[in-house]
Every structure is written in C-alpha cells, then in structure tokens.
C-alpha cells in the first residue's frame, strides 16, 4: 500500500470519477431515505465531472442478477462526452477487474473521486486496491451507501486508515470548481440548491 500523504486537492486535470454498483436491485435494498440523498449527490458530481471533463468509470456488479446502474444515472451519463464506459464485474474491487484497470491506466488521472455501494464490500475495496496502486482517493460520505449504519462507519474508517480522504459532494465540488464565478460556479449553485 502506498504510504504517501494523499493529496487534499481535487484538480479536474487530474482526478476522475468512479460510480461503484449504483445498480437498480442493490439500490431497492438500501434505506430509502439514504438513498433519496445519495442519488442527488451521485447526480451532481456526475453532472460537474462532465462539465469539467472530468473521466467517469461506471461499474457494474453481476448485472445479470443486480441490474443496470439506475435510470436516472444513465440518463446523465447519456449526456456526457465522451460516453462513460461501464465496467461489468464480480469481484468485489474494481481493481480486480482488468478493463477497469486499462481504463484508469489510460486516462491516467492520480486522483480518483469514488461513489457509489456498499460503502464497506465493493466501495471500500476498489478504494483499497486504487491506494495500493499509490492513487490518491477521496470518498464523499454523502455519496456512498450502505444497509446498515454500522458497515457503512466500518467502511469510512477503514478507508480513511487506508489513507482516502473522506469528505462530502459539496466540498469536492467546490474544490474541482476552484472559483466563484464562471460557467461552472453557476451550474454548482443550481446543483445544490
């Protein structure tokens, strides 16, 4: 595991963004209020990652069995440009997917925003194989999930020792956007209204 001090800056030249298993049948097993307030904050960093140029990976667990990443998502990820590529897995780390890792490696971002669930199973081992890999990684806790309360604080804490920096949507977009004015300020406003 890489044993360096994460960086604390988003940068969109250099991070990219990560949509872990936001699949329909997973979400229908999630809290419904936790997920109300996850998919507007999944939406909004999808939405200024694509506006910043920011690359997105989308993966999928076992889509057969889980279903596709929710509509409302793929809607957005439609929009972006170019088309985000989905990545079907069954393991739980991404990492351990090879195509994953072909794409992180031809994007070549150091920096890796990840969302999505479980916060403790396939979150937090995809967060645990991009540091090993000497990634810097953060996590806005307000854009991952889990069924329980107690693996979702076990999958932040573990991450955090990891050496991720968990933080929230609003500060990692405000931090991507850098300024308060431009294009990309006000399309924040309007997101997080």
Known sequence: MSTSLPSFALRPGDTGLVLIDVQERLVAAMP?????????????????A???RCPILVTEQYPKGLG???????????????PPPYVEKIDFSACAEPRFMELVAAVGRRTWLVAGMETHVCVMQTVRGLRERGFDVHVPR??????HKWDFAA???????MGAVVTSTETALFDLVGRAEGEHFRALSRLIR
């Open 68 to 82: 596709r990443t929710l509509p409302v998502l793929r809607e957005i990820l439609g929009k972006v440009t170019p």
């Open 32 to 48: 419904p209020e936790v997920v109300d307030r996850a998919i507007r904050n999944w939406t909004s960093l999808l939405d200024m």
């Open 142 to 147: 307000d854009a991952v999930v889990s069924r």
């Open 155 to 161: 999958g932040l804490g573990l991450m955090e020792r």
């Open 50 to 52: 694509g506006r910043l």
